[in-house]
């Protein structure tokens, strides 16, 4: 199919066009048929002479002959707007497909380069006392420590940095960063004194 506008992708407006064209067509041969309808009922292949081989005198020749002429050459036209119409749908059927294949395609990629750029964790939370400042702040279970105040993977050796961290930072927020069903979380975390053990609980 040519497409319209020479290497510009086919529309929904193009299909509806066509599909348009198609039934002006369609509207002009049934005229047609009504014409031929309206001569003594001769349709296509009446013959429009009598016994004896005379034209026929009870009937438009011309007005039968045009009529027929027309309706001939329309089905051709009819012919060709349906293939046109059917390319056309096939095209904008493909290119959806290959539209949400792309998406799909994206969606993947982003999901990957995400699960890529996450921080590692050096630590993981594995139990937070209720009514501890830990659990006030919103820190969870099995929440993973990416980084904790200065404390991240490159410079982490063990537990006693963070004790470190948390006693120089007593009744100051800290910015403890966490990753949480594979997502990263910011939280807000002050060491202080509580009813409990230690400053975080």
Known sequence: MAQPGGSRPVTVSDVQQLVKRKDEVEAQIKACYELLEGQKGVGMDEPLVDAEGFPRDD????????????????QNDHKALMKQV????????????????????EALAEAMSQTQSLPQAFAKVNA??????ANISGLQVDDEIVEFGSVNVNNFQNLQNIATVVQHSEGRPLSVTVLRSGKKVHVGLTPKRWAGKGLLG
């Open 59 to 74: 009937i438009d020749l011309y007005q039968v002959r045009t009529a027929r002429h027309n309706i001939i050459c329309l």
């Open 86 to 105: 059917e390319e056309a749908l096939h095209q904008l059927h493909a290119r959806e497909k290959e539209k949400h294949a792309k998406d799909e395609a």
């Open 128 to 133: 937070v006392t209720p009514g501890s400042p």
